[in-house]
């Protein structure tokens, strides 16, 4: 294992967050890099704990397995074109894939005996598009972003938010033009706020993280913008403690010919629900993703990250429906 320090050599520059005077021992340890990828082409994303402890995660044309107990990395699926991924109460592994961005769909595989079913592949009569990243909350339904070139409605699918009932039925729940470019997505411990990350890395677009009321039947009404991360790169994925704070990965290196800045620190920030910048963690390299709890004590937090799986420490474990099947304790 590699340790890093964390530390922040970044030129002062009119920032759309305040670095300053983070405590952020108080919440993050020192970063480790678990594992790293050696395939040519590579882009990490979408890691998951399974009920045994495991780490699932994506990378280009495939998905990984990685042990914390072995230190073994090895392919648990390939050819895919998984994104972003989670877990069920069942500790069946759902994935979004991305297809080749107009074709995607949702799938879920039981891990016993290898069976994949699709839980979505298209909406009102048209193709789904790419779907990017999904979450579920305790009732079972499914919530996912799914992104494509489309943005004329009467020609299909538009960038949007969708929910798969447990009955198997798929709504959508926010769609553009009210939302430009939906990326990552939680649901509050108390499953009465609904956040979503806009990356939209085009001049004038979102890049935020926005707060919905969530109701009872899985709509959401009542938008603000949480945190606002432009003109540096956008959240990518993100997870939640038990308290409710917000751990997302956002920032670049270095420039990648979007309008996106450097302003935006690369690396690992935890919010408070409120919004308040309350720590941060440089990552070492682009791009950092997307991150999930894991540890028998939820206090491990897995993030991916260029072509790295890393691990850091956290104070606050990670909210308990991360916690999945009847072998976790």
Same mark, same amino acid.
């Given at each position: ?5 964390? *530390? ?11 670095? +300053?005077?983070?405590?952020s ?8 890099i ?16 399974? #009920? ?10 495939e998905?990984?397995?990685? !042990? @914390? ?6 392919v648990?699926?390939?050819? !895919? ?5 989670c877990f069920?109460?069942? /500790? ?5 894939? #991305? /297809?080749?961005?107009?074709?995607? %769909?949702?799938? %879920? ?19 789904l598009?790419?779907?990017n ?6 009732? /079972? ?23 798969? $009932? @447990? ?7 926010? #769609?553009?033009?009210?939302i ?7 649901? +509050?411990? &108390? ?15 979102? %890049? ?8 009872p ?8 913008? =949480?945190? &606002?991360? +432009?003109?540096?790169?956008?959240? &990518?994925?993100?997870? =939640? ?10 920032? =670049?290196?270095k @420039? %990648?010919?979007?309008?996106?800045t450097?302003?935006?620190?690369p690396g690992?920030?935890?919010?408070? @629900? ?11 390299? $682009?791009?950092?993703?997307?991150? #999930?709890?894991?540890?028998? &004590? ?6 991916? *990250? ?13 909210q308990p429906?991360?916690?999945?099947g009847?072998?976790r304790?």
């Amino acid at each position: 294992m590699i340790r890093l320090l964390c *530390c922040l050599a970044f030129t002062t520059s009119a920032l759309a967050l305040d670095y +300053s005077g983070l405590d952020s021992a108080k919440f993050l340890g020192p970063i480790v890099i678990e594992a790293t990828v050696t395939t040519e082409k590579y882009f990490t994303e979408g890691p998951a704990m399974s #009920a045994e402890g495991d780490v699932f995660f994506t990378n280009t044309g495939e998905i990984l397995k990685f !042990s @914390p107990k072995t230190k073994k990395l090895e392919v648990f699926r390939k050819p !895919s074109t998984a994104n972003g991924s989670c877990f069920d109460a069942q /500790g069946r592994l759902m994935n979004c894939e #991305a /297809g080749d961005g107009t074709n995607g %769909r949702v799938t %879920r595989t039981d891990l016993q005996t290898g069976k994949i079913e699709m839980l979505c592949g298209s909406f009102g009569g048209f193709p789904l598009g790419g779907p990017n990243d999904l979450t579920i909350d305790s009732k /079972g339904r499914i919530y996912f972003t799914s992104r494509l070139t489309n943005t004329d409605p009467a020609k299909g699918n538009v960038n949007a938010v969708y929910r798969i $009932d @447990p009955d198997g039925k798929t709504s959508r729940i926010l #769609a553009a033009p009210e939302i430009d470019m939906p990326n990552g997505l939680v649901v +509050s411990p &108390d499953e009465k706020t609904f956040y979503l990350i806009e990356s939209d890395g085009r001049a004038g677009r979102a %890049r935020n993280i926005r707060a919905y009321d969530l109701q009872p039947d899985g709509s959401v009404t009542n938008m603000r913008v =949480l945190v &606002d991360l +432009s003109p540096g790169r956008s959240g &990518d994925g993100m997870e =939640l403690d038990e308290q409710g704070n917000l751990y997302v990965a956002a920032g =670049l290196h270095k @420039p %990648r010919g979007t309008s996106e800045t450097l302003d935006t620190h690369p690396g690992l920030h935890v919010f408070s @629900p409120q919004g308040k910048l309350l720590a941060f963690v440089e990552t070492p390299e $682009d791009t950092v993703t997307n991150c #999930a709890f894991g540890g028998d &004590d939820l206090r491990t937090l897995y993030i991916t *990250c260029g072509k790295h799986l890393l691990s850091m420490r956290t104070t606050i474990p990670g909210q308990p429906r991360y916690r999945v099947g009847a072998a976790r304790k």
